[in-house]
């Protein structure tokens, strides 16, 4: 970047100023500034402002006084981070997209330096801060980080504490359509030998109320004849708050000074979440009442432990860093089938016979072995570097168990056809085992050389090499009956970086960098498709040959960005700013079909452009006011050749505009007391869902949230009234990709909570 362009960024930065902000930037008081924060995104200890890349960083204390307490309570800050469901059922699809790179895979999820499933939604509890870095993270964070890394810090031991420490909190609250959520949670720092040894333990326990109502179907239509039929299931009364659920973890952190130059830090980490239900809204984000033939119970749990242990050894001219982990999850649901069955007995294959109950349960488990060793140089002159090796073994096994079975529907459809058809043979209607293992091997660096006090180019990349390998057997009627399918799939490449930096003043910097980022590929499961199968018509209807769906490979995209960090007004303001331009190949999209089967496959190409701007100001003692705004046009610009994709598609899950504003105001109303007055706002733009129903994407309709909090500080406790969701907006985050199949007329929904009212207690002693 030559002093011409950077000059054009100080401009602008300088007019922004004048402009816009000119009441921000004049009449501040001079105690009053921006607060500086110190990250770990580029493995290595720099402030937020000199670091080279577009990053949004949350502090442990504004989370605290956000009330956030799971993924969506954060993000929602974060400008081009973007919602959505890649996979089945509830606990296992959460896929966030940055910048609009979207699907599963595609985001990083890091618990500190451990790389864990983005799915895993952990409690935001004793957490130092969050960082999210947008943009591929390939050279340093590898194969997930296509679209960027979202990073949970958590707090560590006090070797030099004085005496045990800690916090405790608890809220109660009461939930529109629901009833009471509480929750409390506790910390404690224990040190153990002065400056030698010291432990930190957290735990916390919750229950949230369900929202959602389920009530009885009294009649159907016959889908032959049209008559309205009575449902001749046992009737039921109104089912309310199906979805309850309860949630309880913990967390130990030990740290060992083993020598003047040697710490060791082992941690175990524990979650679990047990659910009575489904929390999906039918067809609307603001209904919430469940039609349903027979009360079928949809439970599910969500059990997950991370062991992991970081030797942080100081050697001459840098440091070592050697974390090696292991992850243990397992997790089970089940979702009521007998609305889709009964249409498609109905309706595809015209035999209308009664509903018969039905539910499908699906459990996964997975486990991954994780390592990293880097070092990290630290000279006085003007080369510094990073490299380091890292391996990690996933296996993940995916069981529909028991097998679902429709009882009694073989013999009913029999006798709707007028003779013996053994249309369900046995009753079975799936059945299926998965089992995956997945294997990376990478080295990986980054040098950075000073060519004076203010500029700088840094280049590196990643040396990789991965392995996947899939065995899947299914049956039912659903399935076509047995089918086998097993196969590999392999690759090796590098992933190139280069940066440049320019420190034009002391408190304005630009940047531009070029970086790669990729996704591993894969192997499908199968789509019955052969005579009489359930997605025959619909496979035909979209000219699919499903023998050419097997496997699918890597894709792949080149990031460019430009962006400037600035401060001014005396430190008082601080706005960051980065436009970007994505090039996407060979895009692995989830391809969904109407049969309940899905497929991945290699999507052509996509470019997506945009831009994001942060802004900060402190305008007197107690006042922070907080902005963000992104922007992703993201299309596609060759279908390459796949079915259900057209030149000029949107890419599904990308909102195109995200903006949030906040404003804290902490004031004193007293000698020993203050008071807070705090609001969080937020709005995502329109973006498209093509869950089951690739040819015809869904409009997601733009939405906004506010949450506001009130409270007293006394000292080392506060209290706090607090009212998220404040206007009860129903939002539409994203479609449920259901466990069964989405019974056609009756999507499901995921939502937001609606209007929540409640008090936080917090002390730190």
Not at 90 to 95: D, L, V
Not at 107 to 134: C, H, K, N, W
Not at 144 to 173: N, Y
Request: charged share 20%.
């Amino acid at each position: 970047m030559n002093l011409k362009t950077s000059k054009i960024w100080q401009n602008l930065a300088g007019s922004v100023c004048k402009g816009a902000l000119v009441a921000a930037c004049v009449a501040m008081p001079a105690t009053a500034q921006v607060e500086e924060i110190v990250v770990t995104a580029a493995k290595k200890s720099q402030t937020l402002q000199e670091l080279g890349m577009a990053v949004t960083a949350v502090q442990g204390d504004t989370l605290e006084q956000m009330g956030a307490v799971n993924f969506a309570d954060f993000a929602v800050r974060v400008p081009n981070l973007g919602f959505g469901n890649e996979s089945d059922g509830r606990f296992n699809s959460n896929s966030p997209s940055i910048r609009g790179v979207f699907g599963d895979n595609t985001t990083g999820f890091y618990m500190d330096d451990t790389p864990m499933p983005a799915s895993i939604q952990p409690r935001v509890i004793d957490v130092e801060r969050v960082e999210v870095l947008r943009g591929p993270q390939g050279s340093l964070y590898g194969a997930r980080s296509m679209g960027g890394t979202i990073r949970m810090i958590t707090k560590q031991p006090d070797l030099a504490g004085d005496g045990v420490t800690g916090d405790f909190h608890a809220t109660v609250s009461s939930v529109k359509e629901g009833d009471l959520n509480w929750a409390f949670d506790g910390s404690l720092d224990i040190p153990m030998v002065e400056d030698k040894l010291a432990t930190r333990v957290t735990a916390y326990y919750g229950q949230s109320s369900g929202i959602f109502d389920r009530e009885y179907l009294p009649t159907y239509e016959n889908p032959v004849t049209g008559d309205t039929v009575a449902n001749p299931g046992p009737s039921f009364d109104l089912n309310e708050n199906v979805d309850d659920e309860k949630y309880y973890g913990f967390q130990v952190i030990t740290k060992a000074q083993l020598n003047d130059n040697l710490t060791f830090t082992p941690k175990i980490m524990y979650q679990k979440v047990d659910a009575d239900g489904l929390p999906f809204a039918d067809i609307t984000p603001g209904n919430f009442t469940e039609q349903r033939f027979f009360d079928t119970e949809e439970p599910g749990s969500d059990r997950w432990w991370l062991a992991s242990g970081t030797f942080d050894w100081e050697v001459a001219g840098g440091t070592i860093v050697s974390t090696t982990s292991y992850f243990d999850r397992f997790l089970d649901e089940r979702e009521e089938e007998t609305s889709f069955l009964h249409f498609l007995y109905g309706v595809v294959i015209g035999l209308p016979v009664d509903p018969h109950e039905s539910f499908i349960d699906e459990n996964e488990r997975f486990k991954s072995f994780i390592h990293e060793t880097r070092y990290t140089s630290s000279f006085e002159g003007a080369l510094n570097f990073t490299f380091g090796v890292f391996y990690q073994k996933n296996k993940n096994r995916l069981r529909y168990d028991p097998p679902a079975l429709q009882p009694g529907i073989n013999a009913a459809l029999n006798v709707a056809a007028g003779a013996p058809a053994d249309i369900v043979p046995g009753d079975l209607i799936f059945v299926t085992d998965n089992s995956y293992e997945s294997t990376e091997y990478a080295a990986f660096g980054e040098v950075t050389f000073d060519f004076s006090d203010r500029f700088s180019i840094t280049a590196g990349g990643r040396v990789y090499e991965t392995k996947t390998e899939a065995l899947i057997d299914s049956d039912g009627f659903a399935n076509g009956g047995p089918s086998h399918i097993e196969g590999d799939q392999k690759e090796s490449g590098f992933n190139p970086k280069v940066l440049l930096q320019a420190n034009i003043t002391e408190s304005f910097d630009v940047y531009a960098s070029a970086s790669k980022g990729f996704r591993i590929g894969g192997i499908n499961g199968n789509i019955p498709a052969g005579s009489g199968d359930i997605c025959e018509d619909e496979v035909n209807a979209l000219g699919l040959d499903p023998s050419k769906t097997k496997t699918f490979n890597s894709d792949t995209l080149w990031s460019y960005e430009a962006g400037f960090k600035s401060k001014f007004a005396d430190n008082k303001v601080s706005l960051n700013a980065a436009a970007y331009i994505i090039d996407w190949s060979d895009i692995s999209q989830q391809n969904r079909l109407a049969c309940g089967f899905q497929f991945i496959a290699n999507a052509g190409q996509a470019k997506i452009k945009g831009f994001e701007a942060e802004i900060v100001i402190v305008p007197m003692d107690g006042l922070i006011l907080t902005g963000a705004i992104g922007h992703a046009d993201a299309e596609i610009t060759d279908d390459g050749g796949v079915v259900g994709v057209s030149v000029g598609d949107r890419i599904q899950g990308v909102p195109n505009w995200t903006i949030s504003a906040s404003g804290e105001y902490i004031l004193p109303v007293s000698d020993e007391m203050d008071g807070l007055l705090r609001a969080d706002f937020n709005h995502y733009g329109e973006s498209f869902s093509a869950n089951n129903e690739a040819a015809n994407p869904r409009r997601r309709d733009p939405w906004s949230e506010l949450n506001m909090r009130a409270g007293v500080i006394r000292g080392d406790w506060a209290i706090t009234l607090f009212v998220d969701n404040v206007f009860n907006e129903h939002i539409n985050l994203a479609d449920s990709r259901s466990i069964a199949a989405e019974t056609p007329g009756r999507q499901r929904l995921v939502t937001n909570r609606p209007r929540t009212i409640g008090i936080d207690f917090r002390t730190h002693f």
